[in-house]
């Protein structure tokens, strides 16, 4: 592979992505907070690096997968961040859930360094990230898009270019709201079943053939019949999320009714210590009401 991949942040479904690279016979540098996940990849074939600007100064295109917009904004623009260390040329791609409008300003600051930057958001969770099969949905011109195919492609199974920058960020806020409607509606459905005296994991498997089957009734509808809740994606993540949707939603004056009871619900599991749970536990907290 001709690009070398700076991997910054490497959690739940940075190390699994990262990993994934290498094993596509990238050269990967990789960076992140916690030691061991560094030891782990380095353990595979990849470098380290002590700095993010120290990851930019070592490679072609770097990724970033990090929690939260402060926290990008660090790694990319602050002191010892990837601006620092990148050559002209360079390509960022930030693989985070972060505020579109924040998103655009990055990539005017690397623009102003001849560097492209694309937002790319991801859906599919752990298991998508470990199985390569994420839906990657991407923000920037069309030149860096064609550019980081091969690193998508080693990443996930269904990439669609959007838009413009924060373009990728604005689907994935859609994405977090469907999600996380569509859990809140699947808790609602298997406990008005149990409660009625019937068995949920039947409706569920019912369900699942007509037109409320979905991937959120299958792998999340059965993790509530588990009361299985250890974090794919936590609830302290999609709390932040639903931040970011319910921001865009005023910026841009749409109505999201619905989502503002799910955020509401998020909340409330956050408050009662649910929040690193995996956001199917919101089905604890309707059982808690």
């Known amino acids: 592979m001709g690009e070398r991949i700076g991997f910054i942040g490497l959690g739940i479904m940075g190390r699994p992505m990262a990993r994934n690279l290498l094993a596509a016979g990238f050269q990967v540098t990789v960076h992140s907070r916690s030691p061991g996940p560094v030891e782990e990849l380095v353990a595979a074939g990849a470098a380290p690096a002590d700095r993010a600007a120290e990851v930019a100064r070592a490679v072609d295109v770097v990724i970033t997968m990090l929690p939260d917009t402060p926290d990008v904004e660090s790694v990319l623009l602050g002191s010892g961040g990837v601006l620092e260390g990148v050559a002209e040329g360079s390509l960022v791609i930030d693989m985070s859930s972060i505020d579109p409008i924040a998103t655009r300003r990055f990539a005017e600051a690397f623009a102003e360094r001849s560097v492209a930057m694309l937002d790319a958001p991801v859906s599919g969770g752990e298991k998508g990230a470990i199985d390569a099969a994420l839906s990657i949905m991407v ?96 609830i302290l993540l999609h709390r932040k999320d639903a931040r970011i949707v319910q921001d865009t939603a005023a910026a841009v004056g749409a109505p999201i009714p619905s989502f503002d009871v799910v955020t509401a619900q998020l909340q409330r599991a956050v408050d009662a210590g649910d929040g690193e749970s995996d956001h199917s536990a919101l089905f604890a907290e309707l059982e808690r009401e």
Do not use: W, Y
């Open 139 to 234: 923000g920037g011109e069309e030149e860096a898009f064609a550019r980081a195919q091969p690193v998508f492609q080693a990443l996930g199974s269904n990439i669609v270019h959007v838009g413009p920058s924060g373009a990728g960020q604005i689907a994935k806020a859609c994405n977090q709201l469907v999600v996380a409607a569509t859990i809140e509606a699947v808790a609602e459905a298997l406990l008005l079943a149990e409660r009625a005296g019937v068995d949920p994991a039947s409706v569920r498997q019912a369900l699942l053939g007509g037109f409320a089957g979905s991937k959120i009734l299958e792998v999340h509808g059965q993790r509530m019949l588990d009361r299985a809740f250890s974090p794919g994606f936590r």
